[in-house]
């Protein structure tokens, strides 16, 4: 590397769905700089992950110092303004990094930062999806064309689970903090046991903490994979390319299982709007939205589910209950069996 190449940091900190987001954006990046030596920064959670793009050369971890702890905030200082950075795109866009605008003498920026270079200034930038937000934020700054996220570089080896085909991801769990964002954890046992029946293994996916909630899951069918706080986000990566569709509350796991190209239901309800954060990717990703998620119905997701099959089943009509699907209106149905490619 020469004192010539240009030197790019890259700010995304979190969290786990915003990152698999932004790896379009990430592309861009690199196709705009191919000879530059690109770092990111980001949080601990994603920096191993993120150590296997092509698109960064360096993969930094960002530790939040905060202003009580002033040596650490002094080393991330001199960490920062020692990386010579030449243009930094900050795609957080939060008060934390723009703060970092500043600690690093102000230097060549695209974001939201008061005074930066090229700045995303448009008032509703808040009221856009992520993926559109950040496309003109990258527009701003030059580069034309933002690709849609991509996890194609990742290099999966999920055999040790021995998880045999066909079988359908459940994402049931979530953030703690946020209980509104979780369909009712005994819906997600009625759904167990009929894809079991149907001769389609429920594979249980999420961390240790969620255990309280899946615990319904595995009473209601034992046979489930309980791969519960065992799977790296490569693994996740891995088993959405070969699962028939995937099933979850709207959370990290599911955006890296719809841009590896996994079929998706996703369930959203008053917590969050999926007009700004819903799913993107290769494959078919349903949003299903409800006033509030306890009034979504099991047998109208499993109609969903079975949607997302190649092969078209007539479902057999078991209510007349109704939820809103992109939209349109869907009749309470179970189908006969969840379609497989």
Not at 51 to 56: E, K, N, T, V
Not at 76 to 93: E, I, K, M, P
Not at 204 to 222: Q, S, Y
Not at 230 to 236: E, V, Y
């Amino acid at each position: 590397m020469t004192e010539t190449t240009e030197r790019i940091l890259v700010i995304k900190l979190g969290a786990f769905g915003d990152i698999v987001q932004a790896t379009g954006p990430f592309a861009a990046i690199r196709r705009h700089h191919p000879a530059a030596f690109i770092v990111l920064l980001t949080g601990r959670p994603y920096a191993e992950f993120m150590q296997g793009s092509p698109c960064f050369d360096a993969v930094w971890e960002d530790e939040r110092p905060g202003l009580w702890s002033p040596r650490r905030l002094w080393a991330l200082r001199a960490r920062l303004r020692g990386g010579r950075f030449t243009r930094v795109y900050d795609l957080q866009t939060s008060d934390r990094s723009s703060f970092y605008f500043r600690l690093m003498g102000r230097p060549p920026w695209s974001g939201i930062a008061r005074g930066c270079a090229w700045p995303h200034a448009n008032p509703d930038r808040d009221r856009m999806h992520t993926l559109d937000r950040q496309a003109e934020q990258l527009v701003l700054a030059g580069l034309p064309v933002t690709p849609a996220p991509d996890v194609s570089w990742v290099r999966a080896d999920e055999s040790r689970f021995g998880v045999q085909a066909p079988f359908v991801l459940m994402v049931a769990g979530g953030a703690p903090h946020r209980p509104g964002k979780r369909w009712p954890a005994e819906r997600y046992a009625a759904l167990v046991p009929w894809l079991w029946q149907r001769g389609v293994t429920p594979v249980l996916i999420g961390t240790e903490r969620d255990r309280p909630h899946i615990t319904a899951l595995l009473t209601a069918c034992p046979r489930a994979v309980d791969l519960l706080g065992q799977t790296t986000c490569a693994d996740l990566v891995g088993l959405g390319r070969r699962a028939s569709a995937a099933i979850g509350n709207d959370t990290g796991p599911m955006h890296l299982l719809a841009v590896s190209g996994c079929p998706c239901v996703v369930l959203f309800g008053p917590s969050s709007d999926p007009a700004f954060c819903a799913p993107r990717g290769s494959g078919t990703v349903t949003v299903m939205r409800a006033p509030r998620l306890d009034a979504l119905q099991v047998t109208t997701v499993a109609a969903a589910l079975t949607a997302l099959g190649k092969d078209a089943l007539s479902p057999h009509s078991i209510g007349s209950s109704e939820d809103s699907v992109h939209g349109k209106r869907v009749k309470d149905t179970v189908p006969d069996a969840i379609p497989l490619p």
